[in-house]
């Protein structure tokens, strides 16, 4: 399995913007497909953003246009750029590796490892 760290959360205000950053250990990272999740209060956890080994993205509908997933393999780290925040975007969020490349991003492949602690966004309007 593969640990994962997210950081880069806060607290900020409606229309700012936050970069988080998910560090992984070892050396298959480079070779994974990668998601961003978040959980909002009493919500199930829902795929925000994925990205494959070569960088293809796919977003969901609630974030296209306004957050972007990239990664740097040689720093084992994926990214999610969020920008235009609203009050909706507050959550807990996770990453991790998916089990294949989601064509449709509301039927997110299972996931590869143990959840992390995640990082805490909060949106104030």
């Known amino acids: 399995q593969v640990q994962l760290v997210e950081s880069g959360g806060g607290l900020v205000q409606a229309g700012g913007s936050l970069r988080l950053s998910c560090a992984a250990s070892g050396s298959i990272f480079s070779l994974s497909t990668m998601g961003w999740y978040r959980q909002a209060p009493g919500k199930q956890r829902e795929l925000v953003a994925a990205?494959?080994?070569?960088?293809?993205?796919n977003y969901a509908d609630s974030v296209k246009g306004r957050f972007t997933i990239s990664r740097d393999n040689a720093k084992n780290t994926v990214y999610l750029q969020m920008n235009s925040l609203k009050s909706e975007d507050t959550g807990v969020y996770y990453c991790n590796r998916l089990r294949y490349f989601p064509l449709v991003v509301v039927k997110p492949p299972p996931v590869l490892d143990s959840w992390g602690q995640g990082t805490q966004v909060t949106v104030s309007s």
């Open positions: 990205i494959t080994s070569v960088g293809n993205t």
